[in-house]
């Protein structure tokens, strides 16, 4: 029988910390968190740590949240003119 000895702690990679920060900004500013974790991606690439999944979860998160953001801002844009009129020669 071969007994395998569990990986030490201390032993394995640690995890980014850019890529955390990213995916707690992602909720909060999504460009920023998009920004924030291809950076991560990079530096994980790079230096072989740990929160590969958690850099790529905030850059899909900020996508969504920064054009959903965009499209709001659009509409409202978009409602705000209709209901004024268009002072500028349209």
């Known amino acids: 029988m ?3 000895a569990s990986p030490n702690p201390s ?3 640690s995890r980014n910390e850019l890529a955390v920060l990213a995916f707690v900004l992602a909720f909060v500013m999504g460009i920023v ?5 291809a950076v991560a991606l990079h530096q994980i690439a790079e230096t072989g740590q740990r929160g590969r999944k958690l ?4 850059i899909i998160i900020g996508s969504i949240l920064a054009i ?3 499209g709001g801002a659009v509409t409202i844009f978009i409602s705000i003119v209709n209901q004024q009129g268009c002072t500028y020669p349209c």
Request: charged share 5%; proline share 0%; hydrophobic share 65%.
């Open 55 to 58: 850099a790529v979860a905030a």
């Open 33 to 37: 968190g998009v920004i924030l974790g």
């Open 2 to 4: 071969t007994l395998t």
């Open 68 to 70: 959903a953001f965009i």
């Open 11 to 13: 032993e394995q990679a």
